[in-house]
């Protein structure tokens, strides 16, 4: 099994930046797909953007495209959220995900992927 753990969330203007990480026990992101969500209040899980195994091939949500990068050091298996232009409807709680158990996943639905983080809070004032 894996554990990941998530940081960098907070508080920021509209317009700010955020970096949010997410650090695998062991590893993983060279080996497996890595994927960020999000979920804001009353809402469902939303796909925000997915980091491939091997090469790192990224695909982004169309709420978030060309103002989020994701990116990965598979040497300390980890995967970076970079956050740019934010806005208050980005405001929710942001997960990360991976799937050791289930082969290769490379999808948009959170329902596919089996191991996540505990989330951290980004919050983005008007």
């Known amino acids: 099994q894996v554990q990941l753990v998530e940081s960098g969330g907070g508080l920021v203007q509209a317009g700010g930046s955020l970096r949010l990480s997410c650090a695998a026990s062991?590893?993983?992101?060279?080996?497996?797909?890595g994927g960020w969500f999000r979920q804001a209040p009353g809402k469902e899980r939303e796909y925000v953007a997915r980091?491939?195994?091997?090469?790192?091939?990224?695909d982004y949500g169309d709420s978030v495209k060309g103002r989020f990068t994701l990116s990965k050091d598979n040497a300390k298996n980890t995967m970076t959220l970079q956050m740019n232009s934010l806005k208050p409807e980005d405001t929710a709680v942001y997960y990360c995900?991976?799937?050791?158990?289930?082969?290769?996943?490379?999808?948009?639905?959170?329902?596919?992927?089996?191991?996540w983080g505990q989330g951290t809070q980004v919050t983005v004032s008007s």
């Open positions: 995900a991976t799937s050791v158990d289930s082969g290769a996943v490379w999808s948009t639905d959170w329902r596919d992927w089996g191991q």
């Open positions: 062991r590893r993983t992101f060279r080996d497996y797909a």
């Open positions: 980091i491939s195994a091997g090469d790192g091939y990224t």
